[in-house]
């Protein structure tokens, strides 16, 4: 089992920035890759970025990129999401996510925190 809680979500005006946190506890971090999702009201949950268990690759999804940057501390067992550049279209819920298998959504969730972007 792996217990995920996300961090340092708010209210932030348009080309603002934050920074989510998630730390994880349960088994060992560097087994997992890691990655963000989010929710937005009315829409399905949706990838954001996600990052191998060595730190060695990372992938986005295309409306983020160049924007948000994804990272992890093993030693701390914590992954990041450096947000820039935000937009009103990214306001959402944002979940942390822990996986086995690279690109495919792991069964371990955090319980999310708000992101709201205002224009």
């Known amino acids: 089992q792996v217990q995920l809680v996300e961090s340092g979500g708010g209210l932030v005006q348009a080309g603002g920035s934050l920074r989510l946190s998630c730390a994880a506890s349960?088994?060992?971090?560097?087994?997992?890759?890691m990655g963000w999702y989010r929710q937005a009201p009315g829409k399905e949950r949706e990838f954001v970025a996600t990052?191998?268990?060595?730190?060695?690759?990372?992938a986005y999804t295309d409306s983020v990129k160049g924007r948000f940057t994804i990272s992890r501390d093993n030693a701390k067992s914590t992954v990041y999401l450096q947000m820039n550049s935000l937009k009103p279209e990214d306001t959402a819920i944002y979940y942390c996510?822990?996986?086995?298998?690279?690109?495919?959504?792991?069964?371990?969730w955090g319980q999310g925190t708000q992101v709201t972007v205002s224009s």
């Open positions: 996510n822990a996986g086995l298998t690279w690109l495919v959504a792991g069964d371990y």
């Open positions: 349960g088994r060992t971090f560097s087994s997992y890759d």
């Open positions: 990052i191998r268990r060595s730190g060695g690759s990372t």
